[in-house]
């Protein structure tokens, strides 16, 4: 290779790698800032502040949702499968919303540890299916609560 | 099989006449890739159990994300050989490339967001791979703003390369965002190691989509490289025999 070129490749690369280098390095640090929400151990660790807006997410325990007949009041717990967070929330729900759907929740954690939601997002995974299967999946096994989607 | 074809791609000339050939079938494929896969994926693939009929956006998201990722990869190729071996034809293809990649990843955001509204309940959430995916979209803006911005050629294509090389740091970060963080975004529908999660008449369509893409955008990135050529060589002798040839 001609040794201009040579020299112009090593700089680009050293350029390159450096700048990799501290853009890693900067998101090592802000990983806490950088994760979208915290988890039901962190919070059970202490790791999550109280009296702030954070985000708190998990799974919906299966059972745990109950709501009020008379207001959009509604209360759940959210599990990592290790610990878990008790959610209340006033207001409307996602449409994917439903027991043993991963949430993420933004609001205020109490210092009883209870997580005051003013916002529920549903998260959804990257595993889709028709209904039918959904549905005789759901024969085969049939202690899934989950409703089947159910529009015209 | 001789490699000589692809080393004269790196002549202008030689690759005006080779693109008149190409251009034409490879768009027109994709087009037709486009118009099946949607139309199948649309009309025909049964809804999603959960999510019902919006799940279809997904013929358009993931085509258009991926594209967005790929758009960029090939325009951080393209950068560092202009940088290190100065080839002619490399600017020209940034040029013909980052509008492109730029409305793959315009489309990738907002189908994103309508898809997002109805099934996560938020429009927007500054989440890793969102965001980065909009790093992703201003680097293309930053691309196509600073080869226009300055009058000297060579130093705007030398700008605009720099800003090639050095963005694709972000693209592992937007590849693994699912991963290392955890975010309001689902993990890859597509990956090389494992068949994805959904039964085949769901993601044919898809992959019939992300591959149309691919040959749409090719076929489209070498007409604007013609165009591109045609604006930079006007005064060359072979052009305007070619050109005249045409009977334009």
New interface residues.
């Given amino acids: 290779m001609h040794p201009v ?1 040579r020299k ?2 090593i700089t ?1 690369a050293i ?2 790698l450096v ?2 280098g501290a ?1 890693g390095l900067v ?1 090592y640090a802000l ?1 806490q800032n ?4 915290y ?1 039901p151990t962190q919070i059970a660790l202490g790791d999550a502040p109280t009296g702030v807006n954070i985000r708190a ?1 998990g799974m919906v325990v299966k059972g745990s949702v109950k709501r009020d007949i008379n207001t959009l009041f509604v209360s759940f717990n959210v599990t990592d499968f290790k610990h878990t967070v008790h959610i209340e929330y006033h207001g409307i ?5 439903r027991e043993g759907q991963g949430i ?1 929740a933004q609001g205020k954690l109490l210092s009883n540890g209870t997580f005051l939601a003013s ?17 005789a999946l759901k024969q085969a096994k049939d202690n899934t609560p ?1 409703k ?2 159910n ?1 015209n | 099989m001789s490699w000589s074809w692809f080393h004269k791609l790196g002549s202008p000339k030689w690759f005006f006449q080779w693109s008149k050939k190409w251009a034409p079938p490879v768009f027109c494929l994709g087009v037709l890739g486009i118009v099946v896969g949607t139309a199948w994926g649309l009309a025909f693939a ?8 919006v ?1 279809r956006i ?1 013929y358009l998201h993931v085509p258009s994300a991926i594209l967005a990722e790929s758009c960029y990869l090939s325009l951080g190729i393209a950068g ?1 050989v202009f ?3 100065q080839m002619k034809m490399a600017p020209i293809f940034i040029k013909a490339m980052a509008p492109i990649g730029a409305v793959m990843a315009a489309i990738a955001l907002f189908s994103g967001s309508i898809w997002g509204k ?5 429009w927007w ?4 791979r969102l965001t980065s995916v909009l790093v992703l979209f201003m680097l293309y803006m930053g691309i196509i703003a600073i080869q226009n911005a300055l009058d000297d050629r060579v130093l705007a294509d030398k700008a605009a390369a720099v800003i090639c ?2 963005g ?2 972000n693209l592992p ?1 937007i590849k693994y965002s699912v991963v ?5 975004h ?4 597509f990956s090389f190691m494992k068949k ?4 085949e ?2 993601w044919m369509p898809l992959l019939i989509c992300v591959v149309s893409f691919y040959l749409f955008v090719a076929g489209l990135v070498i007409w604007r490289m013609q165009t591109e050529i045609l604006r930079r060589e006007h005064r060359a002798s072979w052009l305007k025999t070619e050109v005249v040839g045409d009977g334009i």
């Fill in positions: 070129r112009r490749l680009i350029i390159v700048l990799s853009i998101l990983q950088i994760n979208l929400f988890t997410g729900l996602p449409d994917l919303f993420v916002q529920v997002l549903a998260k959804h995974d990257e595993k889709y299916m028709p209904p039918d299967v959904a549905n989950s089947p989607y529009d | 049964p809804k999603d159990y959960l999510q019902g009929n799940f997904i560092f940088l290190v071996w109805p099934t996560w309940g938020t959430v500054w989440d890793a090389v050095v694709v740091i970060i290392w963080w955890n975010t309001l689902q993990p890859a529908t994805p999660d959904m039964p008449v769901m």
